[in-house]
């Protein structure tokens, strides 16, 4: 069955540091969506992708954060200076329609130092 | 501001007794409420779709129920791998983010 891929499964970065999290969605999907879970919370929308571009951010995808799909089969989440609170388990997310379920990847443990 | 709500935060079961889950939302015009299995270290983990009230979905040991407040996922005679979080989202306006409960914590012991 497809699944939706992430990488790395756990990403250890100093404070201030640029990090790239990796997705690769089911593939023929066209909504794409990446959450996160601190740890003993609930599961946080960030922000949603369509059409190659951004429908939707929540407060927390603020300026140090940005989403990209640079080819075909790849969408990536990049914070570019890391702050101890960003450490987190964040999911990919994609579905194929705008009714039909999301489905999530396994997550990556982001853990900031 | 949409919202959704889960109850209890922990549930412990002994293996073949049943129980029932239960979310309540505030999501204004509904489009779909969805159960998701959450492992440890996992993703969530797809299972239901409910569109409208009176909607009934099934699968193995698990139902999902629909009315036009709340949701209800019943657990018949659980079995110890079913030992997961159950978490319930709500779409918001326009089919974008979903807005997930916090989940309960099942643990059914043999």
């Known amino acids: 069955e497809p699944e939706v891929t992430q990488t790395p499964s756990h990403q250890v970065t100093q404070m201030g540091q640029e990090v790239i999290l990796r997705c690769v969605p089911i593939?023929?999907?066209?909504?794409f969506y990446w959450y996160r879970q601190i740890l003993g919370q609930k599961v946080e929308f960030l922000v949603s992708?369509?059409?190659?571009?951004?429908?939707?951010k929540s407060e927390i995808f603020d300026d140090q954060f940005s989403v990209e799909r640079p080819d075909g089969s790849n969408f990536t989440l990049k914070i570019r200076s890391t702050k101890l609170e960003d450490s987190a388990m964040y999911f990919c997310?994609?579905?194929?329609?705008?009714?039909?379920?999301?489905?999530f990847g396994d997550g990556t443990r982001l853990s900031i130092l | 501001e949409d919202q959704v709500t889960q109850s209890p935060e922990a549930l412990r079961l002994q293996e073949g007794e049943s129980s029932s889950l239960n979310c309540s939302y505030t999501v204004s015009g509904l489009r779909g409420l969805f159960w998701y299995r959450q492992d440890p270290g996992k993703g969530p983990e797809f299972l239901f779709t409910l569109y409208s009230a009176g909607e009934e979905k099934e699968k193995e040991r698990l139902k999902a129920t629909l009315t036009k407040k709340e949701s209800f996922l019943h657990i018949t005679a659980p079995k110890p791998e079913d030992s997961a979080t159950y978490l319930c989202?709500?779409?918001?306006?326009?089919?974008?983010?979903?807005?997930f409960g916090t989940g309960t914590r099942l643990l059914v012991s043999p």
């Open positions: 593939s023929n999907h066209l909504y």
């Open positions: 997310a994609s579905k194929s329609g705008s009714n039909q379920p999301q489905h």
């Open positions: 992708f369509y059409n190659n571009e951004i429908s939707e």
């Open positions: 989202a709500a779409p918001s306006t326009g089919f974008q983010k979903l807005v």
